[in-house]
Each structure stands twice: as C-alpha cells, then as structure tokens.
Nanobody, 123 residues
Framework: QVQLVESGGGLVQAGGSLRLSCVASGRSRYNMAWFRQAPGNEREFLAAISWGVGMTTYEDSVKGRFTISRDNAKNSVTLQMNRLKPEDTAVYYC??????????????????WGQGTQVTVSS
C-alpha cells in the first residue's frame, strides 16, 4: 500500500509564499502531482511532474507562481507557491501514479492520494 504524506500547509497573507512537500512510500517510480479542492468545488489540477526526466505541466492559473520539483532519490515532490492569492485557499493534495506519464492533468489518472493539507490565504 502506497502512502503519501504531505506537509507545509498553513496560513499566509496574500502575496506571501508557502512550500508544500510530499513523500511517497515504496520504491516504485511515480509520476506525481498536486491538486487542490475548495469547499463546493471539484478537485482541481495544479501541477505534475513525471518520473525520470521530470517533465512538468501546470494549470494556467498557477503558471509563473507555482513551481513543482522532485527528488527521485527520496521519492518526494515539492510545490513552491509564490504570490499567493485569497482564491488559492483550499485543501491541497499530493497524488501519484505509476506507468507512462500520460493524462497527468486528470485526477482520474492517479491511484494514490495524500490526506490533504490546508492552505489559507488571507486578504
């Protein structure tokens, strides 16, 4: 059973920064991603990074503000979030999938999920 453990959420003022981290158990080669979900909304894709070469893809609203990176040796992924806005407030989830790096923007592609970490951006 794969476990994803997230850390780094919290409360920050608009314009500030937060860094989220996620560590995956096991030795499989995971493509990893971050999603978020605000109350009443569907779970929204933010960014993904493939195993190996680390190909990245971002949702348009976070391009230039959020950066995803990974440490393959530690099976971990990080989401650096800058210039945060109140509308970024949500529960943030780490996700992982094995296999080819296809459909990385779809939540239905991922088999493994973290428990979520709250990010609150005050105005």
């Amino acid at each position: 059973q794969v476990q994803l453990v997230e850390s780094g959420g919290g409360l920050v003022q608009a314009g500030g920064s937060l860094r989220l981290s996620c560590v995956a158990s096991g030795r499989s080669r995971y493509n990893m991603a971050w999603f978020r979900q605000a109350p009443g909304n569907e779970r929204e894709f933010l960014a993904a990074i493939s195993w190996g070469v680390g190909m990245t893809t971002y949702e348009d609203s976070v391009k230039g503000r959020f950066t995803i990176s990974r440490d393959n040796a530690k099976n971990s992924v990080t989401l650096q979030m800058n210039r945060l806005k109140p509308e970024d407030t949500a529960v943030y989830y780490c996700a992982a999938k094995t296999g080819a790096p296809r459909d990385l923007g779809s939540r239905f592609s991922y088999s493994y999920w973290g428990q979520g970490t709250q990010v609150t951006v005050s105005s």
